[in-house]
């Protein structure tokens, strides 16, 4: 087959052979499976990347706490990456991955929406999850803007301005007391929930933070920037952004197909999502497939993604150096010779 140049806008090749058994697909372009295409790639195995181009950060204009890319756009992080595994040989191609399913030889196939069926010896999952927000007006289309989640992400932008915690389970409390190391600023909103207790109560009077009893009816937002919070009494509280705890949801479809089951996150006891559970290097329940990222660790920053997937793809060459090596002794009688060479 002829090798194609990566189109310069998306470093996506123009045509990916579908006969072709690559050494490991990755579903999901983001930091995690882009960090471990590049692993692979230098490894000199033959990767293919599926992107299905719905980054989790999209919304946001920067991230952070990322050594040497702090404030970088994350958009640009994806296209440096893409570049980076194609210079080394890796494929990338745009498509959804429906399902995907084990091979009678050991390796997977993988079906893509648009009907493509593409074969690999193994799999990484990198696929992260989805932000099920709360279901106020006004909060989907700030969010990544001035409704907000990790202080770590965004803590330092709306330090000492008026954040408001919008509270949707027990973690509010949490978060109202973690917000209140950036700013002495802060507005628990009950909205649903029920009133704190009384020694709980005493810990938010303590740091300051003042809590407001009654439903959110919808955000306030005068401009192109949150102007407040509007209860639904008709009062407007003022703040300059809005932290809400999603529900974080595994994008699973791919492992589930494969029969590899999620599991519930709980923090504190209460459930925050679902996750892919797996051991330190990515390895799921069922042998060649690993997952990296937020598909498994919902808690991990693009930093962390991008290290997952790393050590996912190095454990990941390992498996099939271990696979290359059965392979060449049964394939070859003089490798079990040279093995037992000067045994007497």
């Not at 690993?290 to 693009?302: K, S």
């Amino acid at each position: 087959m002829t090798r194609t140049s990566p189109t310069p806008a998306t470093g996506e090749n123009t045509h990916i052979d579908t006969l072709r058994k690559h050494d490991v697909i990755v579903v999901g372009g983001g930091a995690a499976g882009l960090s471990g295409a590049l692993t692979l790639a230098r490894a000199r195995r033959d990767v293919l990347v599926i992107d299905a181009g719905r980054p989790r950060n999209a919304p946001a204009a920067h991230m952070h706490g990322y050594l040497s890319r702090d404030g970088e756009d994350p958009a640009a992080l994806l296209a440096t990456g893409r570049d980076e595994v194609t210079a080394y040989g890796g494929r990338i191609t745009q498509g959804e991955v429906e399902s995907a399913a084990r091979l009678p030889d050991g390796g997977f196939e993988v079906r893509l929406s648009d009907g493509r069926d593409l074969r690999a010896r193994q799999l990484l999952v990198t696929t992260g999850l989805v932000d099920e927000l709360p279901a106020v007006p006004g909060v989907a289309e700030r969010w990544g803007k001035d409704v907000l989640h990790c202080p770590y992400c965004h803590g330092w932008e709306v330090r000492d301005q008026a954040v408001g915690i919008l509270a949707t389970s027990p973690m509010a409390l949490h978060q109202a007391q973690m917000w209140r190391q950036w700013t002495d600023d802060v507005t628990l909103f009950l909205h649903e929930e029920p009133a704190p207790d009384a020694p709980t109560r005493a810990a938010l009077d303590a740091r300051g933070v003042r809590v407001v009893d009654g439903p959110v009816e919808a955000l306030d937002v005068p401009g192109d920037s949150l102007g407040g919070v509007r209860l639904a009494s008709g009062e407007v509280v003022p703040c300059d952004a809005l932290v809400v705890a999603p529900r974080f949801t595994a994008r699973s479809a791919v492992l589930e197909s494969l029969g590899i089951e999620t599991a519930e996150q709980v923090v504190d006891g209460t459930v925050v999502g679902t996750y892919v559970p797996s051991d330190p290097m990515g390895a799921t329940s069922l042998p060649g497939v690993r997952v990296a990222g937020n598909v498994t660790n919902i808690m991990a920053q693009v930093v962390a993604a991008a290290a997952a997937g790393v050590q996912a793809a190095a454990a990941t060459n390992a498996d099939l150096i271990a696979d290359d090596v059965r392979r060449a002794v049964a394939g070859h009688p003089v490798g079990t010779r040279q093995a037992t060479f000067g045994k007497g």
